[in-house]
């Protein structure tokens, strides 16, 4: 293991770091972070995989065998990253190293991450270390969006029986953001409303869609929102309305449609969530008919174990590198972990550096976190692959 270490190579994290930053990746646009990867990964030998899973949008992946048959671990991040936005006090597509920060966009959510996991990979390359079974990255487009690349990648048997997954997302074990011992869920509804149209000095000949969209809007807390032990409650929040007139009428609308974002806890199904909108509806009387649908993104939650042999190897790897026991919390988000595990039963884990500005301008990461990340990622899968 010491000889393993000490290829680790903390100046070609901050490389690596730097170049994806200066490489836009925002959704949709992710093919060429995708290749640069893809470059990388082949110059440490490891067999290479582009599975497009629309036009310009490649899913990346590198595969190292080991000498025997075993486990099969992957390291996963998504590739793309959401706009640059306003108000940044450097190039967001040109990294800035400032008071031992990493400023940039995509520099903690997740390009930092990819760059340890890389580090990681390539030390192993280098060493010639032995292990059994497989150790993998994957990078996927889309997680910032509707997760089709996580789902194209299920689509794959043989991403479907990986043993286990370390996401390089920047849950740093602290008090900043804890491990997540589970997440919760989520819906999206998308409710459509049909009335009446009629003149609008007359609204009692016809039926107004955009108030009794606004009924039900009005009456979201109404919904029954399971309780569990550990997450608490999920929520319920509005995002988008729709309705009327174009361009001005005085018409009674007939037609409206809204989308309310529902977090869900473990106990609450996405069949669940339909049945308990649609009985809130049944329950006010409206006159419009209501069709209650979801349209992706959707996810269901799911819990872990402090005692799942991944958790438990996470758990030393901290306590070795970083001198005290990482937090856990049970996490309000979604990662593709909510796919891999709480789709598809593969256990899960989240370990990166330190995040700061995740989806704001001068977005950031301390560097002081990107050795001790790309250590963890190492004695992680040595401890797992043998």
């Given at each position: 293991m010491i000889d393993l270490l000490k290829k680790l190579d903390d100046s070609y994290t901050i490389q690596l770091s730097e170049e994806m930053i200066a490489i836009p990746s925002v959704t949709g646009d992710e093919e060429a972070l995708a290749l640069y990867i893809k470059d990388k990964l082949e110059s440490y030998g490891m067999e290479i995989e582009l599975n497009y899973v629309s036009p310009g949008r490649p899913n990346v992946h590198g595969v190292l065998k080991g000498s025997k048959p075993g486990k099969r671990l992957d390291y996963n991040a998504h590739t793309d990253t959401v706009p640059a936005g306003d108000d940044w006090l450097t190039d967001p597509f040109k990294a800035v190293i400032k008071d031992g920060k990493l400023y940039g966009r995509g520099a903690c959510d997740m390009k930092t991450g990819i760059a340890c996991s890389l580090n990681m990979l390539?030390?192993?390359a280098d060493s010639g270390v032995e292990f059994n079974g497989e150790l993998?990255?994957?990078?996927?487009?889309?997680?910032?969006?509707?997760?089709?690349?996580a789902w194209a990648m299920m689509e794959q048997e043989k991403w479907r029986s990986l043993d286990g997954v370390v996401l390089t997302y920047s849950y740093c074990g602290d008090e900043t953001k804890p491990i997540p011992l589970g997440l919760t869920g989520k819906v999206l509804y998308n409710i459509n409303v049909k009335g009446k149209a009629a003149h609008g000095f007359r609204p009692h000949l016809g039926v107004n869609a955009v108030e009794d969209a606004a009924r039900i809007i009005a009456n979201l807390d109404k919904l029954k929102l399971m309780e569990h032990p550990d997450f608490g409650t999920g929520t319920v929040c509005t995002l988008k309305t729709e309705g009327g007139y174009k361009k001005y009428s005085v018409v009674v609308p007939e037609s409206a449609r809204f989308e309310v974002n529902r977090l869900l806890v473990p106990g609450e199904t996405i069949q669940y969530t339909l049945d308990d909108m649609k009985r809130l509806v049944g329950s006010l009387g409206l006159k419009s008919e209501v069709d209650v649908?979801?349209?992706?993104p959707k996810y269901e939650p799911y819990t872990s174990s402090r005692n799942e042999p991944l958790m438990k190897m996470l758990h030393k790897a901290y306590e070795i590198v970083m001198g005290v026991e990482p937090l856990y919390e049970h996490a309000y988000g979604i990662t593709n972990a909510n796919i891999?595990?709480?789709?598809?039963?593969?256990?899960?884990?989240?370990?990166?550096p330190q995040r700061g500005g995740a989806h704001q301008p001068n977005e950031h990461v301390k560097l002081e976190w990107l050795p001790p990340v790309s250590e963890m990622y190492t004695r992680i899968a040595m401890a797992y692959l043998n």
């Amino acid at each position: 293991m010491i000889d393993l270490l000490k290829k680790l190579d903390d100046s070609y994290t901050i490389q690596l770091s730097e170049e994806m930053i200066a490489i836009p990746s925002v959704t949709g646009d992710e093919e060429a972070l995708a290749l640069y990867i893809k470059d990388k990964l082949e110059s440490y030998g490891m067999e290479i995989e582009l599975n497009y899973v629309s036009p310009g949008r490649p899913n990346v992946h590198g595969v190292l065998k080991g000498s025997k048959p075993g486990k099969r671990l992957d390291y996963n991040a998504h590739t793309d990253t959401v706009p640059a936005g306003d108000d940044w006090l450097t190039d967001p597509f040109k990294a800035v190293i400032k008071d031992g920060k990493l400023y940039g966009r995509g520099a903690c959510d997740m390009k930092t991450g990819i760059a340890c996991s890389l580090n990681m990979l390539k030390a192993v390359a280098d060493s010639g270390v032995e292990f059994n079974g497989e150790l993998s990255f994957s990078g996927v487009v889309d997680q910032e969006a509707t997760d089709i690349g996580a789902w194209a990648m299920m689509e794959q048997e043989k991403w479907r029986s990986l043993d286990g997954v370390v996401l390089t997302y920047s849950y740093c074990g602290d008090e900043t953001k804890p491990i997540p011992l589970g997440l919760t869920g989520k819906v999206l509804y998308n409710i459509n409303v049909k009335g009446k149209a009629a003149h609008g000095f007359r609204p009692h000949l016809g039926v107004n869609a955009v108030e009794d969209a606004a009924r039900i809007i009005a009456n979201l807390d109404k919904l029954k929102l399971m309780e569990h032990p550990d997450f608490g409650t999920g929520t319920v929040c509005t995002l988008k309305t729709e309705g009327g007139y174009k361009k001005y009428s005085v018409v009674v609308p007939e037609s409206a449609r809204f989308e309310v974002n529902r977090l869900l806890v473990p106990g609450e199904t996405i069949q669940y969530t339909l049945d308990d909108m649609k009985r809130l509806v049944g329950s006010l009387g409206l006159k419009s008919e209501v069709d209650v649908g979801v349209k992706p993104p959707k996810y269901e939650p799911y819990t872990s174990s402090r005692n799942e042999p991944l958790m438990k190897m996470l758990h030393k790897a901290y306590e070795i590198v970083m001198g005290v026991e990482p937090l856990y919390e049970h996490a309000y988000g979604i990662t593709n972990a909510n796919i891999f595990q709480g789709e598809q039963g593969i256990p899960c884990i989240h370990i990166g550096p330190q995040r700061g500005g995740a989806h704001q301008p001068n977005e950031h990461v301390k560097l002081e976190w990107l050795p001790p990340v790309s250590e963890m990622y190492t004695r992680i899968a040595m401890a797992y692959l043998n």
